[in-house]
Nanobody, 122 residues
Framework: QVQPVESGGGSVQAGGSLRLSCKAS????????MEWYRQALGKEREFVSS???????RYSDTVKGRFTISRDNAENTVYLQMNSLKPEDTAMYYC????????????????WGQGTQVTVSS
């Protein structure tokens, strides 16, 4: 099983920055779609950003222009650079492995990490 592990969360003041990392073991010859979600206390989990195996990126409207997703294939790591943080960005951030392509075989994995907490104070 390919298990993603998040890191990089913490506490910052509004206007600050954090960079989250999501590292996943990787099988040779496989590529993955990777996604970031977040869940604030008392709210449902929501989509934040994604990068697919072709490096196409998507962002939610609430983070577009402030967050940047990227990947380092050599390190099997996806990053979420978060700038101009707001108190409403406070949440547990989760990484998810979506689809995979191993050779010519496509499959959907749907593996979640344990999350990393981001707290933004005003």
């Amino acid at each position: 099983q390919v298990q993603p592990v998040e890191s990089g969360g913490g506490s910052v003041q509004a206007g600050g920055s954090l960079r989250l990392s999501c590292k996943a073991s990787k099988y040779t010859g496989c590529s993955y779609d990777m996604e970031w979600y977040r869940q604030a206390l008392g709210k449902e989990r929501e989509f934040v950003s994604s990068i697919d195996m072709y490096d196409r990126t998507r962002y939610s409207d609430t983070v577009k222009g402030r967050f940047t997703i990227s990947r380092d294939n050599a390190e099997n790591t996806v990053y979420l650079q978060m700038n101009s943080l707001k108190p409403e960005d406070t949440a547990m951030y989760y990484c998810k492995i979506g689809a995979s392509m191993c050779g010519s075989i496509w499959s959907y994995l749907g593996y979640w990490g344990q999350g990393t907490q981001v707290t933004v104070s005003s």
